[in-house]
C-alpha cells in the first residue's frame, strides 16, 4: 500500500492548529511519527507532506501531495468546538458514495473508537480543501477534541496511530518504543524514566515498560511493550 502522510497544519504564522487543552500542530506530529513508522514496520510505503511553515499551507501541502499516486492521502487532525461539551472521533471523505473509501474511513473511526472517544462516524464534505483539491482518494482523520477534557484525557499518539494504521491495513504493527514525553499542558500523559503519568496518577514500571498483550487479561500472550 502507498499512504500519503500530513501532519495537520504548520507549526507557526500561518495555518497553525488550533489550541485547546493540547495543542494540535504538536499532537499531529507526534501521531504522525508513530503513523509512519508502523506503516514502515509493515512494509508499507509512506510520503511525508508535512509542512512546518507557509504563507499559503493548504495550496501549498495539497501541491506537494499530487506529485504522488498512492492508495490514500491520510492527514491527522484535532477537533475543537466552542461547546467544550464536543466530543469524539470522525473522518471526512469527499464522496460518501465512493464505498472503498467509505469502509476504511469507517473501519479507522471504529478503531480509535475503541480507545474511549466516541464514533462520530464517517463524514462527507465537498468544501475542504484537502478533500476536493486531491487527486487521490482522501481522508481528514479528525481523532478527538483538543477542546473537551475527557478527550484529552485519553489522548495516546501511539494507540490513536496505531488504530489508524488497523483501519488502513487490518494489521497492527509490532512496535517496542516507549511513549513520548508530551508537554503541551498540565493534564497531559507523560513517560518518562520508567514511570507513566495521567492527570496526576503515577504507575511506576521500574524502568521495563508495560508489556501490549494480544487479550485484555493477565495471561494472554505478550505481543510486545510500551
Not at 500500500?1 to 489550541?19: E, P, Q
Not at 512494509?43 to 508535512?50: A, I, Q
Not at 521495563?208 to 494472554?220: K, Q, V, Y
Request: hydrophobic letters at 30%; charged letters at 25%.
Amino acid at each position: 500500500m502507498k499512504i500519503i502522510n500530513n501532519n495537520g497544519h504548520t507549526l507557526n504564522g500561518k495555518g497553525r492548529g488550533a489550541i485547546g487543552f493540547i495543542d494540535e500542530s504538536i499532537c499531529t506530529r507526534q501521531i504522525g511519527k508513530y503513523f509512519i513508522e508502523g506503516m514502515k514496520a509493515l512494509n508499507h510505503t509512506v510520503y511525508d507532506v508535512t509542512i512546518d511553515k507557509s504563507e499559503s499551507y493548504l495550496t501549498e501541502v495539497v501541491n506537494k501531495a499530487n506529485k504522488y499516486t498512492v492508495d490514500y492521502a491520510i492527514t491527522h487532525h484535532l477537533n475543537h468546538f466552542d461547546n467544550a461539551e464536543a466530543n469524539g472521533v470522525e473522518v471526512l471523505i469527499y464522496d460518501i458514495n465512493d464505498k472503498k473509501t467509505y469502509e476504511v474511513a469507517k473501519r479507522i473511526c471504529d478503531e480509535i473508537s475503541k480507545l474511549g472517544f466516541r464514533n462520530r462516524g464517517v463524514k462527507e464534505s465537498k468544501t475542504l480543501y484537502w478533500l476536493r483539491k486531491n487527486k487521490n482518494k482522501s481522508m481528514i482523520i479528525e481523532y478527538l477534541f483538543c477542546s473537551n477534557r475527557k478527550d484529552v484525557s485519553l489522548y495516546n499518539p501511539q494507540k490513536l496511530a496505531n488504530a489508524c494504521i488497523y483501519g488502513l491495513t487490518k494489521s497492527y504493527p509490532i512496535t517496542t518504543d516507549k511513549l513520548p514525553v508530551i508537554n503541551n499542558n498540565p493534564i497531559s500523559n507523560t513517560y518518562s524514566n520508567g514511570t507513566y503519568q495521567c492527570k496526576g496518577k503515577v504507575i511506576n514500571t521500574n524502568g521495563e515498560g508495560l508489556n501490549i498483550r494480544e487479550e485484555r487479561n493477565a495471561n494472554s500472550k505478550i505481543i510486545g511493550k510500551l
